[in-house]
Nanobody, 117 residues
């Protein structure tokens, strides 16, 4: 299983970006997709997650600005980021996990988001 993240880039404060994470390989149903981010000198943090049932969770810092969605037909997860702030600057990682047997966790490579002030 491989996760390919894309969509990062340089954007001005207040701008928008959409990240994509394409899953390739064979997976079971019942997965949770998530986006994490890691800023320089900081720990990786959960940004947003979505379960197979469509339940979403967001970090307080991004609520109302970011939206996570999934397209099962395309095996792709998205993170729409609006009203970006300089503090959103980080490497963003997509994550696929299955909390039920068989349990697994996969990570994609990071995609860099830079928000200029």
């Amino acid at each position: 299983v491989q996760l390919q993240a894309s969509g990062g880039g340089l954007v001005q404060t207040g701008g928008s970006l959409r990240l994509s994470c394409v899953i390739s390989g064979s997976i079971f149903s019942g997965n949770t997709m998530a986006w994490y981010r890691q800023a320089p000198g900081k720990q990786r943090e959960l940004v947003a997650s979505i379960t197979s049932g469509g339940n979403t969770k967001y970090a307080d810092s991004v609520k109302g600005r970011f939206t996570i969605t999934g397209d099962n037909a395309k095996n792709t997860a998205y993170l729409q980021m609006n009203s970006l702030k300089p503090e959103d600057t980080a490497v963003y990682y997509c994550n696929l996990r299955r909390p039920f047997t068989p349990v697994y966790v996969y990570w994609g490579q990071g995609t860099l988001v830079t928000v200029s002030s």
